[in-house]
């Protein structure tokens, strides 16, 4: 009986949680197929989305947005599983000095990697001639998505049976590939959760982004905030609930990924 009442507890504390968590999301969401362009509800309406796809300025920073996101996931990725097997191969405490220094961007307030970038950037500018933009933004998300992906790989690593790598060796493949049927094998659930990790970082970013775009760049979120300031246009609800549904996906997606990696590891084991 005890039990049963603390599940049902559980169940009302889990509900409002989700409740207080998720309530504005379906409200905006709601307000997205009103036809007013004010909060007073006067009927159902896709005409926002269509003024939404009709907006140059905002077509323009979605693009740059999804150019930054996939360049910058792509390259982090490869940087990040490239510094996670070089971090690896460290023993002792050489690994965890440097595993712990490349977690620091992860915990560190955005601001402070925005303003340092900003400060860097600005001072090469002076000595190389060239100004905030495209450029300097797709650099400051790269260097924060790498130490995702090394944060994914790296438990990959750790469960990486190293004879494997060197049977590999022995039954008549080189180094390469080796590395490439092997190691790289073995770590394609981390490098997935990575990008994927790094692609949502990346495309919902807006405190780096900016520090360090300078003048002449936007994308979605300086763009959104930027409208803010003036007045908050219901296109900008259609967007948000775009976004949220583009999240949602990413999110499936990398479970549905999960539970398979999961289940050949466990039907290998068998």
């Known amino acids: 009986m005890r039990k049963n009442k603390l599940s049902v507890v559980s169940k009302i504390y889990i509900g409002i ?3 207080f968590l998720y309530a504005p999301i379906g409200v905006m969401i709601f307000a997205s197929f009103n036809k007013s362009n004010t909060t007073v509800w006067k009927g159902f309406s896709l005409k926002w989305y269509g003024e939404l796809f009709r907006d ?4 323009n920073a979605l693009g740059n947005t999804l150019i930054i996101a996939v360049l910058a996931s792509l390259l982090a990725t490869v940087l990040g599983t490239a510094a996670a097997i070089g971090i690896n191969n460290f023993r002792g405490k050489k690994r965890a000095v440097i595993q712990n ?9 955005d601001i402070v990697m925005g303003v340092s970038l900003m400060l860097l950037f600005s001072f090469l500018g002076v000595i190389f001639h060239f100004e905030m933009g495209f450029g300097t933004v797709l650099v400051s998300h ?6 995702f992906v090394v944060l994914n790989v790296m ?13 590999a060796l022995d039954l008549g493949c080189n180094q390469w590939q080796a590395f490439y049927k092997v190691v790289i ?3 394609m659930p981390g490098i997935f959760s990575g990008l994927l990790m790094s692609f949502t970082y990346s495309l919902d970013d807006f405190v780096i982004t900016h520090f360090t775009q300078g003048a002449k760049f936007n994308n979605l ?5 930027s409208m803010l300031r ?9 967007l948000s609930a775009l976004l949220f549904l583009a999240i949602i996906i990413i999110m499936v997606m990398v479970n549905i990924y999960e539970r398979r990696a999961e289940k050949r590891e466990i039907k290998r084991g068998n």
């Open 56 to 59: 140059k300025a905002i077509m």
């Open 17 to 19: 949680i989700l409740f």
């Open 142 to 147: 790269i260097c924060f998505c790498v130490p």
């Open 185 to 187: 094998h073995e770590l």
């Open 221 to 225: 979120s300086t763009e959104i905030y």
């Open 230 to 238: 003036r007045k908050i246009p219901p296109t900008i609800n259609a």
């Open 155 to 167: 438990p990959r690593l750790r469960r990486m049976d190293q004879s494997v790598y060197d049977a």
């Open 101 to 109: 220094v490349s977690n620091i961007p992860i915990i560190s307030p």
